[in-house]
């Protein structure tokens, strides 16, 4: 640190330049966070200070926060839910296995999960010392359902399927594994980090939720296709009794225990995902879904006329294609699958313009 502070202007001059060295996701198709919404960042101003981690001095924010986890649970199928706001998929992720890792009490518990599975159940195993298993997918990137079965034993404390893949954007067939879960006694999470403000908002609906008897738990995060401003994520379980096998006591806090991960949390970012949801209802949500399915859709349509074949229809707004590396236009940002396909996601920011000047981009490449 400088002895003497420097002046407020020069100091944004310093910021505004960092800031132009960012990304403003104009030409991002690789993310799966967008710019937040202008309610979300209203309604973050508002609450800026506010700490979630010492709930009994922000009880108008903890109250919302108990909004927002009945409307996702209401949502899900389940408006008695427990559940609280992470900091996002990874947390949710995380706090799911040490609840399930914790009733089973096994010495060697391990986990299943599909290939397809995020990075974050990686973390979650090494840091929880859980064997991690991992069914093979099929040719469609859905979790292969009958290897399932084999992967499973008397140590297996939690199986995981995946509402909307982060790679291929597909739901694995959640409601065949919540049968065999569900008859074998073990608790199924669903991670729907991406995957759960997309689907209940899709003609026709499918099933992922606390509707299928099987499913424990479901993490999704509000900082994707919630549009909230980050960090927000949360983790719904059928049982709210759960959270009490995560339970520490908080002595010098104003509540005396605390089940969450994270000690000081962002009220305004849980703010602003229950804003977001509260203005623009069922109705503005699916019109949000649907412009971004409908991008997808011309996106595929398009690179498919320019010889680019798509590595699978997905059920979200994900598109994936055979293609180069170096067959990406100056400029724009995609990703790459671990199995090589091109991978971009259509998020609200990227408009129907935007696609149309990317396919209008390709195209002039392979002139
Ligand atoms: C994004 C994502 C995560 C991780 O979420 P973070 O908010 O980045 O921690 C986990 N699972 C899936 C399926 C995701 O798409």
Not at 31 to 40: E, F, V, Y
Not at 253 to 276: D, N
Request: aromatic share 8%; with cysteine; charged share 20%.
């Amino acid at each position: 640190m400088q002895k003497n502070g420097i002046s407020e202007e020069e100091l944004f001059s310093f910021l505004s330049l960092k800031k132009d060295e960012d990304s403003n996701y104009h030409h991002v198709l690789s993310s799966m966070c967008t710019i937040p919404h202008p309610i979300a960042v209203r309604a973050h101003q508002m609450f800026v200070e506010a700490n979630l981690g010492d709930p009994g001095l922000f009880v108008g924010t903890a109250s919302i926060e108990e909004l927002l986890i009945e409307r996702l649970g209401t949502l899900f199928h389940h408006p008695e839910a427990g559940g609280y706001a992470t900091s996002g998929g990874t947390e949710s992720n995380l706090q799911a296995l040490r609840i399930f890792a914790k009733m089973k009490g096994s010495r060697r518990p391990n986990v299943v999960v599909p290939e397809s599975a995020h990075f974050s159940f990686e973390k979650a195993c090494d840091i929880l010392s859980l064997e991690m298993r991992t069914v093979p997918s099929d040719e469609t990137f859905r979790m292969g359902v009958d290897a399932l079965q084999e992967r499973m034993d008397e140590n297996t404390c939690c199986v995981v399927a995946i509402a909307g893949t982060t790679e291929y954007g597909v739901i694995d067939p959640i409601k065949a594994v919540s049968e065999i879960t569900h008859d074998a006694g073990v608790p199924l999470h669903v991670d729907a980090a991406f995957g759960g403000l997309v689907i209940p908002f899709l003609d026709p609906e499918i099933p992922f939720d606390f509707a299928l008897p099987g499913v424990s738990s479901i993490a999704v995060d509000p900082h994707k296709m919630g549009m909230s401003t980050i960090p927000c994520g949360s983790l719904l379980v059928r049982e709210p009794s759960w959270f009490g096998l995560l339970n520490v006591e908080t002595p010098y806090l104003t509540v005396k225990q605390e089940c969450t991960l994270a000690g000081t949390r962002s009220g305004g970012a849980v703010v602003s995902a229950f804003a977001v949801l509260e203005y623009l209802g069922m109705n503005g949500m699916k019109a949000v879904v649907e412009g971004c399915m409908k991008n997808t859709r011309r996106l595929i349509e398009g690179m498919e006329t320019y010889g680019y074949r798509r590595a699978v229809t997905p059920d979200l707004n994900v598109a994936t294609f055979e293609a180069g590396t170096g067959t990406v236009p100056p400029g724009w940002r995609v990703s790459w699958t671990r199995r090589g396909h091109m991978r971009t996601v259509m998020m609200p920011h990227v408009t129907r313009d935007v696609i149309e000047e990317f396919l209008r981009e390709i195209g002039e490449m392979d002139a």
